[in-house]
């Protein structure tokens, strides 16, 4: 069975994000294994920014095309006769169409009407036509010059091609399939179509852009035994004159669409009906609905069509208004190989294990584009990512709806977090560019979130409903027309904005800027006021580059306090508007009572708050009324309290203060975010030697009863997927620190191995065990693992990224200076020759992830300096990278080590002193850090923390 992560495309949406920010963590010696980073597909957003930007000029409309396919599975062609009816729109003589060099045009006949289309057409002679070699582009030059408004008829004749390779185009599969009457096996071939974005040129000469929407009329050839499928139902059906095996199937005129929205599947697959019925709507009769898949597959659809049958029932409810058409196919395509789901009006394609998914989300992300996105499409591509937002919020809101359980009480943290970091970098998606969409895309999501708290459900349901309705008029949006609508509904439902503020102009600065701000909350307890600042929120050093950082925002505020902890009325009390840094509203809670500001994310900021009341806030979740407080909201302040301190905003003390809580804390909405803050906290305390195990041992202190009350140590069937997920997080942390049981285990699993007569043949050790293993284990256990990287088997099927694996883990898990120093010896002093470039610059760049390694790495080039240089001086690349991980420090006593270095090489005139100079600027900034905040952490740590429990493993007396 796959995985709920694998199934859910929400998820996958959210996990390709975080899957990177994961990578990046685990190149930097963390060896979290998350489940997310299973699912590695991404969604074809990034093929819409391909499209080019710029338009080419045409001067022919089509308003209806007449398709006919005739394909031939033998040889993998299609002969194809298309009729284009256009209009000129301006005068010309030339007809600009889209069509691939696969497309091998055979004959072009063009017929008019006369200047005011008052006679019969007649035909008009063609100068020359000619396919572009360089573009998929195909031009008739008519003889005559055409005014604007004249019609005319093209009719081209041509072949194409069948592509099995790919989803994409008109293409082909087979599959095995069992025919029950004989209890054989068969191969079993179907034809489908995949035209978005831009593959419609690769079926029929065509204008390819989606502002160019005309009807269709759709003739498709097919075998007698098979079934056709498109966008409308079959009008009529014909026999081939001459071939009582082949049928033609003539559709139903569709209304006007683009060219990608057309689709149509030839396949032997049997269908199931639903039992509900979709709610009749604006007086025409119920949508037909219908799930296709393989025979062999159908059992696992059972209950499918009632689930899609009840979800469009909530959609034409929520949009009041159908999908425009009378018929509804869902599709188990096998062997699917498209990125997401193909939601063609009307036939829509999943993979087989999407569709029969349990799980709702993706289901009603994949049918709002019934609505938005087929009924009514974006006007250009550009426009398509608002849709993708709206869509992707519409379904998360609605899942919580039908079924809030499947979204885990996530949404949107999961998403919301991810950009906190993001954001609050120095230098937002310097790293991996190319997650930037998919975080606008999320932004984008989440203002959408914000609108549905500061207009209500029911004015922004409302202005959903007059966006489609309006939409459809034309059929067609701009990406922009979404916030007009919900600021017109505003409007008429007399909800006032300060300073003439559109819904328009407050979502532009959110959606443009890859920042978030923070807003700064400082009650005045004497005079009874609240003064709110804003600020960009930062989590590393500022910028030194020209960024201008004076980005301001309209931020709503809406405050909840303790004498009325309401979390039903969320409507905002103020705005702090753009042009004002900061503002000043009534306190609306009594000196001793506690406010929380933004609860429940609604708006993407975090919040700090005077020291007086994040302390009651403290106290009160250390009551035994903290519950009130929802647990989203609980996580946010948590999470701003760590992020705050870890920017260096508040001290350290307060937001330890607030984990105090985490003891009695059952959600895991409210866990999940913290073992992140563990991570990125615990790698900033591990350089120094003695505060790390305290603060192991004080989060092992919350932790343990968590994991062994809560989760329980070993795995239920069937129970919620947060639960394995978060046993996983909890399990992993505490191996790490070498609880007891958990080194025991990896012992005995490991022990299996180093019996094995023959242990380079395969390695029976999961990777959960192997870190614990080589930062717990013997000398003897460690050198096992690395005899097991020097004799790794070359050229075999074993696959070389588990000797990555394990290169990194015998680098980056011990903290015993003997571990490190042979693997020192044995790559540069005996120059090992099974260890390539690339393996020394991993080995030492992991090294440097913890302290210990990075003094010891530091040491050893210090001393053996001369030899190491001759050995990978000459290597420009390779030199640097030592360089930089030998100096990865970040406290004083490293800073000045590097600062002797810089001096005795520069005195020697060696060239990598400049480098040194450079990492000496970058390490003041975190040794500035550490000044600050390492002592308050360790004092706090110290007086919360009697000893080191006896569950856990000490370094010293045990290695
Ligand atoms: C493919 O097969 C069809 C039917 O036999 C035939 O008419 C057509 O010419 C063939 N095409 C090619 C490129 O061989
Ligand atoms: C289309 O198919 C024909 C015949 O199989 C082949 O010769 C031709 O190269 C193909 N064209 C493209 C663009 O794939
Ligand atoms: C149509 O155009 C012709 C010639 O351009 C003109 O003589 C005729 O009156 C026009 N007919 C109408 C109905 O406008
Ligand atoms: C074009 O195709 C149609 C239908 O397939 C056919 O009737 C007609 O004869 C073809 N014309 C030419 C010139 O090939």
Redesign the pocket.
């Known amino acids: 069975m796959l995985s709920r992560y694998q199934i859910n495309t929400k998820m996958r949406i959210i996990s390709v994000f975080l899957f990177i920010l994961i990578i990046i963590n685990i190149i930097k010696a963390d060896f979290v294994p998350n489940e997310r980073t299973r699912s590695k597909k991404s969604i074809d957003f990034n093929d819409v920014l391909k499209q080019p930007a710029f338009r080419m000029p045409r001067s022919f409309k089509p308003y209806n095309y007449e398709l006919?396919i005739?394909p031939y599975t033998i040889n993998d062609t299609f002969?194809g006769?298309v009729q284009i009816f256009g209009a000129w729109t301006s005068d010309g003589s030339r007809i600009k169409l889209d069509a691939d060099h696969s497309l091998h045009i055979?004959?072009v006949?063009v017929e008019c009407l006369s200047p005011n289309n008052t006679k019969p057409m007649e035909v008009a002679g063609i100068a020359q036509y000619e396919h572009n070699d360089k573009k998929p582009e195909f031009n008739i030059d008519l003889e005559q010059w055409f005014t604007i408004g004249r019609k005319c008829k093209l009719?081209i004749?041509y072949t194409g091609n069948i592509t099995s390779s790919e989803s994409y185009g008109l293409f082909t599969n087979s599959f095995l399939d069992t025919k029950h009457e004989m209890q054989r096996t068969i191969v079993s071939t179907f034809i489908a179509t995949h035209l978005r974005l831009d593959n419609a040129r690769k079926l029929f000469p065509c204008i390819n852009e989606p502002e160019y929407k005309a009807t269709f009329q759709l003739i498709v050839t097919r075998p007698k035994h098979m079934i056709c499928r498109a966008n409308t139902p079959v009008y009529r059906t014909v026999e081939v004159p001459g071939n009582s095996n082949l049928m033609r199937d003539i559709f139903e005129r569709t209304p006007p669409m683009s060219t990608y929205q057309l689709a149509f599947a030839i396949f032997d697959f049997k269908s199931i009906s639903p039992t509900l019925l979709v709610n009749p709507i604006e007086g025409q009769s119920p949508l037909e609905v219908k799930v296709w898949g393989r025979k062999d597959f159908l059992s696992s659809l059972e209950k499918v069509p009632n689930k899609v049958v009840t979800i469009m029932n909530y959609l034409q409810n929520y949009f009041n208004y159908s999908i425009g058409l009378s018929k509804l196919d869902l599709v188990a395509m096998p062997m699917y190989g498209a990125t997401r789901a193909s939601d063609n009006w009307g036939l829509m394609f999943f993979k087989e294990s999407e569709l029969s998914s349990p799980l709702i989300w993706n289901t009603v992300y994949e049918l709002i584009y019934q609505w938005i996105g087929q009924h009514v499409t974006p006007y250009r591509w550009s426009d398509a990512q608002i849709n993708k937002a709206l869509n992707s919020f519409l379904a998360s809101k609605i899942t919580v709806d039908i079924d809030p359980n499947e979204m885990e009480g996530k949404w949107p943290m999961t998403l919301l977090y991810s950009l906190y970091y993001e954001f609050g970098k120095t230098l937002p998606f310097s790293r991996v560019a190319g997650i930037r969409h998919e975080a606008t895309s999320a932004k984008i999501e989440l203002v959408f979130r914000m609108f549905n708290y500061t207009l209500g459900e029911k004015v922004f349901q409302k202005g959903v409903q007059k966006f489609i309705h309006e939409s459809a008029k034309n059929h067609s949006f701009y990406g922009n027309d979404i916030f007009n609508y919900l600021d017109t509904v505003r409007k008429e439902n007399n909800i006032t904005l300060p300073n003439d503020l559109t819904i328009s102009s407050i979502a532009a600065p959110w959606i443009n800027r890859d920042r978030v701000p923070i807003v700064t909350v400082n009650r005045d307890y004497e005079t009874g006021n609240i003064n709110l600042t804003q600020a960009v929120f930062l989590r590393e050093p500022r910028p030194t580059s020209n960024e201008k950082m004076s980005y301001q925002w309209d931020i709503p505020i809406t405050i909840t306090s303790q004498n009325n902890l309401n979390f039903s009325q969320l409507q905002p009390a103020l705005w702090l508007s753009k042009n004002d840094l900061t503002t000043t509203h009534k306190d609306p809670a009594s000196k001793d009572k506690f406010i929380i500001v933004n609860p429940e994310e609604i708006g993407m900021f975090p919040v700090n708050y005077d020291l007086c009341n994040w302390n009651l806030l403290s106290e009160f979740l250390q009551g035994p009324q903290r519950e009130i407080i929802p647990a989203l909201t609980r996580a946010k302040l948590l999470h701003d309290a760590w992020n705050i301190a870890y920017a260096g905003n508040i001290c350290f003390k307060v937001a330890l203060n607030m984990t105090l809580f985490l003891k009695n804390e059952t959600s895991h909405v409210v866990w999940e975010p913290f073992f992140t803050m563990i991570d990125h906290v615990g790698r900033k305390i591990q350089v120094l030697g003695h505060v790390y195990p305290t603060f192991e041992a004080y989060v092992f202190s919350l932790l343990e009863p968590l994991y062994k009350n809560q989760l329980g140590e070993t795995p239920q069937t069937d129970e919620p997927s947060w639960k394995t997920h978060m046993r996983g997080l909890a399990k992993n942390f505490l191996c790490r620190a070498g609880y007891r049981p958990c080194i025991k285990e990896a012992k005995e699993q490991y022990k299996k191995w180093m019996e094995d007569n023959e242990p380079d043949k395969g390695n029976p050790v999961a990777n959960e065990y192997i870190c614990p293993v080589f930062r717990w284990g013997t000398m003897e256990e460690w050198e096992f693992g690395l005899q097991r990287a020097i004799n790794f088997p070359k050229n075999t099927e074993r696959k070389q990224n588990e000797r990555t694996y394990l290169l990194k883990t015998l680098a980056g898990c011990p903290l015993d200076q003997r571990k490190i120093e042979r693997l020192l010896n044995v790559t540069i002093l005996d120059q090992n020759s099974n260890f390539t470039d690339s393996d020394i610059q991993l080995i030492y760049s992991t090294l440097s992830g913890s302290t210990t390694g990075t003094v010891i790495l530091f040491d050893f080039l210090v001393r053996h300096w001369t030899i190491t240089k001759e050995a990978f001086g000459k290597k420009e690349h390779l030199w640097n990278g030592i360089i930089n991980s030998a100096t990865s420090f970040s406290t004083q006593e490293g800073y000045d080590r590097v600062s002797q270095l810089y001096e005795d090489r520069q005195k020697k005139g060696d060239s990598v002193a400049a480098v040194l100079g450079d990492i000496m600027v970058d390490l003041e900034e975190k040794v500035n850090w550490h000044n600050e905040n390492l002592p308050a952490i360790g004092n706090w740590l110290n007086s919360h923390v009697k000893k080191r429990p006896s569950a856990l493993m000490t370094l010293s007396t045990e290695s």
Do not use: A, L, P, S
Request: glycine content about 0%; cysteine-free; overall charge neutral.
């Open positions: 006919e005739h002969r006769r055979i004959h006949h009719d004749n």
